[in-house]
């Protein structure tokens, strides 16, 4: 059946553009590779590189830069001697190793959000607009199913505790969430 020009324009803004999935913004991409932009002086270089490699160049793409992460992965695992898959790395490690592969040297890992977290970054915490590793946070509650191909959402256990912007933990981890908060009293 055929539809209108715009239901396919807003699906593909919608569920492909502003959902994480296999395109991810640069918070998202600045988080799997563990790297601080704020303090990182050669980001745009990096950025520039990766943006030949991976760039999405669809419908959109002038608005909303996005990367392929399959494609992110696949430059990751093809620099020479990649010490394994990316999301098993951390931050300081995964930093060390692109600043000698890409001859940068003003890389600087991102920190992690409260001291005892993992720096295996995969994703942010939507509280904070900070990297997460997701064993550090609970899947956050949305107003709106994901689709299969959408990266799923998570707040950090310290925003959930905060109630950071009223966003809510989802229901499977509930309990996990009420462990967690009962035994930090």
Request: aromatic share 10%; charged share 35%.
């Amino acid at each position: 059946k055929k539809r209108p020009v715009h239901e396919y324009a807003r699906f593909i803004l919608n569920e492909l553009i502003r959902i994480p999935g296999p395109l991810i913004d640069e918070r998202i991409l600045v988080a799997r590779l563990g790297i601080d932009i704020k303090k990182s002086t050669d980001w745009e270089k990096l950025k520039s590189a990766l943006s030949r490699l991976s760039a999405y160049r669809g419908a959109f793409s002038d608005g909303w830069q996005r990367w392929w992460s399959a494609q992110i992965e696949d430059w990751w695992k093809s620099l020479r001697n990649s010490p394994g898959p990316l999301s098993r790395i951390p931050a300081t490690e995964r930093v060390d190793f692109i600043k000698k592969a890409m001859k940068l040297k003003n890389l600087i890992p991102a920190s992690t959000i409260e001291l005892g977290y993992s720096n295996r970054f995969w994703t942010i915490c939507r509280g904070y607009n900070l990297p997460l590793d997701p064993v550090d946070g609970f899947l956050m509650e949305e107003d709106r199913e994901r689709k299969i191909w959408q990266d799923k959402a998570y707040i950090s256990i310290k925003a959930a505790l905060e109630r950071k912007d009223g966003l809510k933990v989802h229901a499977i981890d509930r309990d996990r969430f009420e462990a967690i908060k009962k035994a930090r009293k």
